[in-house]
């Protein structure tokens, strides 16, 4: 390992680091603008000179490797002149803007200006002014602004892999611009916002919105797609102002979709903040007493086989608890949380998650993907494969519809009976996998939701035996279940599925057209066939009205993800605490205390008084609940149904990114997205043709 | 906003490689090992403008694009950083004059000025009947034969406001002026050649 001198100490560090990260490893930290430990080294800002004994000229730290006996000086009157020097130039052509600019107070120009800003200028000159450029519906571009330190160029074309970023024109007429400003066609565009160490990309939804001062920050969880990305909400007062993405190497690193930094406007409107009930065919509001009485009424006297509840994508882990002991109560064994008709088993555990791990991801060699395309199921995750292929030695195929994945793959068939064929050895793929060291699979809901669903989950576990995925000696276990929705895992894992004789969603909807079901209860349930509940009394519990709501005999207003201290288990099987950064509106209330309240006048009373004891109760059956942010591994069994694979295309069950739950439903800004894509895809048709 | 560029898209004619160049730009990525065929952007982008009529349209940038499955963004930037890719259409003959300090000091001022009096446009613009484009251009590397201009592949040398009206009026009537030295001297050889008897070297070559 190379010994350097760093300001008169001596240090060893790994070979392969560059001085700046071997500076940062002493504590000392050296100022930046283009330099991330995420993306590949440019050396354009220069804002990291430092010298270096023996170099006439400052050297830049970011893109210099350490060597043997270098003797490096970061902190004296000559490297404070140099960066001073490079900091009077950026300032240069930089606009004096900061009393409105949207960066103000979170930005790295103006925080290093106060340490080697000059307090006047010397340019007397015309400063550059440069067009903004259009990016989207979600960058704002105050392109002046621009420092030139392509950080945004580099996410685009390395993490998120649309190289739709580049930069024109040379020298002073440089300009950062997408092709003729397309939008930028990526799910984690919002990204480049974060990246930006300026003001040229800010967040459009919330341009002069509010200053980083004035909010509450709440460390908390995601709940728009199943990775439980780690979130920070902002927020003023009782709003939600914006989202950003908090640092887990294990499940986001850094990034976050578009969908869960901009949906967030959705949690403003379409709110269910009071209870309603149906009277005379019109849903009326109500208080809680009322909607609960007309619950008891209608339930009182119905027989538990004649009850059957639903459970959405959004629901925590809490109130699925909660529902379930509640429906156990009743006797009511019709209960599932698979409400897009997934078929997916409560035992092994290992039979729905996500095993290998996400960050288990970078260690795969081979993977096959199977009615999944994860740039729109978990767009971060997406970002994760591809990092993996970036780094070489990294085969993946596709069975499903093809799309553009942001890397390439070998398209090995599109429907399940494809998946018999690689299992046959029929495909030169199932080689790749045998041969691979760590070969994984990630199974999209796109390939269970058919009639032949448990055929395709045994078909793909005696794949992952039969190719070596399945390794305890490693470990290494690479069958991996890709969840779309938030509340899936925490469902499976405290059993919220049918009991016996109990029907699942197909059944629950079938009993309800034919009236063998008198009573359903939607725990924010919206993406089920609402006409197909046909006479049966509906009892809705959410947080935006939306399908489930304008369908419901009874309206319970619960809180949305920001609004109550819940527990998440995300695809992997990692547990995590989501903290409440708002009030829920109005006479909303956390979901576990409105089925807890519920109980009691049906008197079913629930064996639990707080949140605390709840918690209790779930980690006795789920010790993983207990321990919030780790990962168990999941013990290996028998799972699926052999059987028939069919010959539909396998397809994701997301057709549209934006649109996948109420909250972003209810978002001005994901409609926005909506618009834009479908403009481009006209101009497509219209260019391409 | 995407309407307006779709637009524009639109109305460009559409651009592929006539049969000669395509044999041509294949020869070129030829040269580049397997799978780097994305080194071959300058030339091929030479030959696409050559064949549009002097400038680049999206539609040409985006056929070189795909044609070597390089972002269009990628292609674009080349494009735009080389200041001989011209992204506007220009007239049949492009006239650019050097105005670098040595054709600066050598006159060119009034070489430039002859230009805009004797086509009746400025710089940055086209004449009327789409036959001229004058710029204005840095260093072409002539400075011994200064003043210098350069119209479409040749260059002329050793400009005078006189020579550079007639080689406007001939190729306006559709001739060919004859490139290089407008004062007749071969190549960069000096203005009066040292005379072996006398032994002067022709003086300080003033002309």
């Known amino acids: 390992m190379p010994k350097l001198t760093i300001d008169g100490h001596e240090v ?28 590949s080294i440019a050396g354009n800002c220069r804002m990291c000179l430092v010298a270096m004994k023996g170099s006439p000229k400052p050297i830049a ?35 004096l803007d900061c009393p409105i600019c949207d960066q103000g107070g979170e930005c790295d120009l103006q925080d290093q200006a106060m340490a080697y800003g000059f307090d006047r200028s010397r ?19 105050i392109m002046t602004r621009c420092i030139h330190c392509t950080r945004c160029i580099r996410f685009a074309s390395e993490v998120a892999g649309v190289p739709e970023l580049g930069a024109t024109g040379r020298g ?112 009326q509001p109500a208080n809680w007493d009322e909607a609960f009485a007309a619950i008891a009424e209608r339930v009182n006297g119905t027989e538990g086989s004649r009850i059957a509840a639903i459970v959405g994508d959004l629901a925590c882990a809490e109130s699925m608890a909660a529902l379930k002991d509640l429906m156990e109560a009743l006797g009511a064994p019709h209960i599932d949380c698979r409400q897009d008709g997934a078929y997916l088993e409560g035992e092994p555990r290992s039979s729905y998650l996500f095993n290998s791990t996400i960050a288990g991801i970078e260690a795969a060699d081979a993977c096959l993907l199977i009615g999944s395309n994860p740039r729109v199921e978990a767009p971060v995750l997406n970002a994760r494969l591809r990092k993996r292929y970036l780094a070489g030695g990294f085969a993946v195929g596709l069975i499903g519809e093809p799309a553009d994945l942001s890397y390439p793959y070998d398209h090995v068939g599109t429907t399940a009976g ?8 029929a495909h030169p793929f199932a080689e790749r996998l045998r041969g691979a060291e760590r070969p994984m699979l990630v199974l999209g809901m796109g390939a269970l939701v058919g009639r032949d669903g448990a055929a395709v989950l045994a078909a793909a576990r005696r794949l992952a035996e039969d190719v070596g995925m399945i390794d305890p000696a490693k470990p290494w276990n690479g069958f991996n279940v890709l969840h779309t929705a938030a509340a899936r895992v925490g469902g499976l894992d405290l059993g919220l599925l049918p009991g016996a004789q109990g029907r699942d969603v197909r059944g629950i909807l079938d009993g309800a057209a034919t009236g063998a079901i008198d009573v359903v209860f939607l725990l924010g349930a919206d993406e089920i066939d609402m006409a197909r509940l046909g006479q049966a009394f509906v009892i809705y519990q959410g947080h935006t009205g939306d399908a489930g709501a304008s369908r419901a005999d009874v309206i319970l207003p619960g809180a949305a993800y920001t609004e109550k201290d819940a527990l998440y288990v995300n695809t992997e099987g990692r547990c995590q605490a989501a903290l409440r950064a708002v009030h829920p509106p109005g006479e909303a209330r956390e979901d576990w205390a409105i ?49 028939p694979l069919g010959d539909e295309p396998l397809r994701s069950t997301i057709d549209n990114f934006y649109l996948t739950n109420p909250v972003c439903r209810a978002s001005v800004t994901m409609a926005e997205c909506v618009a834009a894509r479908a403009g481009l895809a006209d101009d497509r048709t219209g260019t391409d043709g | 906003m995407t309407g307006e560029t779709a637009g524009h898209d639109r109305a460009a004619p559409a651009f592929t490689f006539s049969a000669e160049n395509l044999k041509a730009a294949r020869d070129v990525i030829a040269k580049y090992p397997e799978g780097r065929q994305a080194s071959a952007v300058m030339p091929l982008l030479d030959l696409a403008q050559r064949q549009n009529g002097g400038w680049l349209s999206p539609a040409a940038i985006e056929y070189i694009a795909d ?31 050097c105005t670098n300090l040595p054709c600066w000091l050598r006159g060119s001022d009034a070489i430039l000025g002859t230009c805009r009096e004797h086509l009746g446009i400025r710089v940055g613009e086209t004449s009327e009947d789409n036959l001229f484009t004058l710029s204005e251009v840095e260093c072409l590397g002539a400075c011994v034969n200064a003043p210098m201009m350069q119209i479409g592949d040749d260059y002329y040398e050793d400009l005078s406001p006189d020579s550079v009206r007639a080689i406007l009026d001939d190729l306006r009537a559709g001739g060919t002026p004859k490139p290089g030295s407008q004062i007749g001297r071969r190549s960069c050889e000096p203005v009066e050649m040292p005379d072996p008897a006398t032994g002067t070297d022709g003086g300080d070559g003033g002309v």
């Not at chain 1, 300026?198 to 002069?208: D, H, N």
């Open chain 1, 418 to 425: 494809d998946l018999g064929r690689i299992l046959a050895g």
């Open chain 1, 12 to 39: 060893e560090v790994d070979p392969g680091l560059t001085v700046l990260q071997a500076c940062e490893l002493q504590g000392i930290e050296i100022p930046r603008f283009c330099y991330h430990e995420r993306l």
């Open chain 1, 61 to 95: 730290s970011c893109a210099m490797p350490v060597a043997e006996g270098m003797v490096i000086e970061t902190d004296t009157p000559q490297v404070h002149k140099m960066r001073k020097g490079v900091m009077e130039f950026l300032l240069i052509n930089h606009p």
């Open chain 2, 67 to 97: 044609f070597l499955e390089m972002p269009r963004i990628r292609v674009w930037e080349v494009a735009t950083f080389y200041t001989m890719y011209k992204l506007e259409p220009v007239g049949r003959h492009h006239v650019q004059v």
């Open chain 1, 172 to 283: 002073e007429h440089m300009e950062i611009t997408t092709y003729l400003e397309h939008a930028m066609t990526s799910e984690l565009s919002g990204n480049v916002i974060d990246l930006c160490p300026v003001g040229a990309l800010t967040s459009r939804p919330y341009a002069f919105v509010a200053r980083p001062w004035e909010l509450r920050k709440t460390e908390t969880i995601d709940v728009m797609d199943a990775l439980g990305s780690n979130i920070r909400v902002d927020s003023r007062g009782s709003e939600v102002l914006r989202v950003l993405p908090r640092i887990n190497d294990d499940v986001n690193e850094e990034w976050i979709s578009d969908k869960t930094r901009f949906a967030c406007d959705g949690l403003r409107r379409q709110r269910l903040d009071r209870p309603y009930v149906r009277r005379q065919g019109r849903l």
């Open chain 1, 123 to 141: 340019y007397h000159e015309n400063k550059r002014a440069v067009e903004d450029k259009y990016m989207g519906p979600l960058i704002k571009t």
């Open chain 1, 595 to 643: 089925l807890r309240a519920l109980s009691d006048v049906l008197g079913k009373t629930l064996p639990y008084d707080s949140i605390r004891e709840l918690r209790a109760r779930m980690a006795e059956d789920c010790p993983w609940m207990g321990a919030v942010d780790s990962v168990v591994a999941a013990r290996w069994g028998g799972f699926g149904r052999e059987g």
